[in-house]
């Protein structure tokens, strides 16, 4: 406690809007309503789980101080239960049935990818990301985005100062106008990479000779983060992912 309360101390970061928090717990706060649902899903499952934890455990420490040896309980003799059998394949099957419905709603979204307003293919590298805009505004844009040559410095000279966004600022973040549907196309140049941003509630994994896709919908302007969450090599760490959410003017803007 004292080296971690020393540690935390020593590294005063604040909270990065838009990645992590400080001695975060929960999941990002979201900002599309895909992300909003698998934290209202995770929740939701995490609830029922524990109700399943304090209803078996309960039990069981219950029949195990009631019916002791010591307090003179002598074991039942009985060969099977009907009662017992239904109970116990019933109520699994509607449990199952609760977690299973809002999932595969969730799922079915997840890969709802039809209609999207722009299109851009990201593309994993030893140890950066490419984009490049298929289809609608921007249309043509293509660019690589990495970690910015700042932070590789601090990296590398073994005693980083505290830093708020330490090995997540890129030189070129991948921009996007607010309220428009994006498709993102992954796949990768060399091993597999995977394109995650927990704001968005997006990961897909980035798999050479292979094309996947996802999506997600920002609906607040601001820049989120992530980073590449496959081990991918020696630079797995050297891999951020910055998306900038920008109004439709200024997006506008950027293409031009």
Excluded at 182 to 187: A, G, P
């Amino acid at each position: 406690l004292v080296a971690a309360t020393a540690a935390s101390a020593a590294l005063a970061v604040n909270n990065l809007p838009g990645g992590p928090a400080v001695n975060q717990l929960d999941l990002h706060p979201p900002v599309t309503k895909l992300a909003g649902e698998i934290q209202w899903l995770h929740n939701y499952i995490m609830i029922i789980c524990v109700v399943i934890f304090i209803g078996v455990f309960g039990f069981m420490f219950y029949s195990i101080l009631k019916h002791r040896k010591s307090k003179g309980a002598k074991a039942a003799n009985f060969h099977e239960s009907v009662a017992v059998e239904i109970a116990w394949t019933v109520v699994p099957f509607f449990i199952v049935i609760a977690m299973a419905l809002p999932a595969t709603k969730a799922v079915v979204a997840m890969k709802d990818t039809t209609n999207a307003d722009i299109t851009i293919k990201a593309t994993g590298y030893q140890w950066k990301w490419g984009y490049d805009y298929l289809k609608g505004e921007g249309e043509g844009i293509g660019f690589y985005s990495m970690l910015d040559v700042s932070h590789r410095e601090m990296s590398s000279s073994g005693k980083p100062p505290s830093t708020d966004d330490y090995l997540l600022k890129v030189d070129n973040p991948l921009v996007v106008p607010q309220g428009k549907k994006i498709r993102i196309i992954t796949t990768a140049n060399d091993v597999i990479h995977a394109w995650m941003v927990p704001a968005f509630g997006v990961k897909q994994d980035a798999i050479p000779g292979f094309v996947r896709d996802t999506w997600f919908r920002a609906e607040k302007t601001g820049t989120y983060y992530g980073q590449c969450a496959e081990l991918c090599g020696k630079d797995h760490a050297f891999m951020p992912i910055a998306v900038k959410v920008v109004t439709a003017q200024e997006y506008t803007a950027w293409v031009d």
